[in-house]
């Protein structure tokens, strides 16, 4: 069965960081992408950042880019998301997700849509306060 399980979260003041986990189960990473999502309360769900099933490949939403980065460690079967000078904005419910593609990244915005993907995980609270 595929399983996609989060973990990391916490509170942490602004300007902090984080790294949060997304461990994979009952399939291995090669063949799928995998994106990193977020809900605040109140707003819809946001693409964050997605890599590729070959890890060659990443993707970031303008609010993050530069702040945070994707990453994946094949020996695992685990996807990251460290994320550094943390803003409260960020603050939300973080979830990752798989879908089983080889489709590119380039070109196209897609794995920052949350409809593309198949597999959720059952997500972490990140807390960015003072």
């Known amino acids: 069965q595929l399983q996609l399980v989060e973990s990391g979260g916490g509170l942490v003041q602004p300007g902090g960081s984080l790294r949060l986990s997304c461990a994979a189960s009952?399939?291995?990473?090669?063949?799928?992408?995998i994106g990193w999502f977020r809900q605040a309360p109140g707003k819809e769900r946001e693409g964050v950042s997605c890599?590729?099933?070959?890890?060659?490949?990443?993707m970031y939403a303008d609010s993050v880019k530069g702040r945070f980065t994707i990453s994946r460690d094949k020996a695992k079967n685990t996807v990251y998301l460290q994320m550094y000078s943390l803003k409260p904005e960020d603050t939300a419910v973080y979830y990752c997700a798989a879908v089983g593609t080889a489709r590119r990244l380039a070109g196209s915005t897609w794995c920052l849509r949350a409809d593309e993907y198949d597999y959720w995980g059952q997500g972490t609270q990140v807390t960015v306060s003072s």
């Open positions: 009952g399939f291995t990473l090669d063949y799928y992408a």
């Open positions: 890599i590729s099933g070959s890890g060659g490949s990443t």
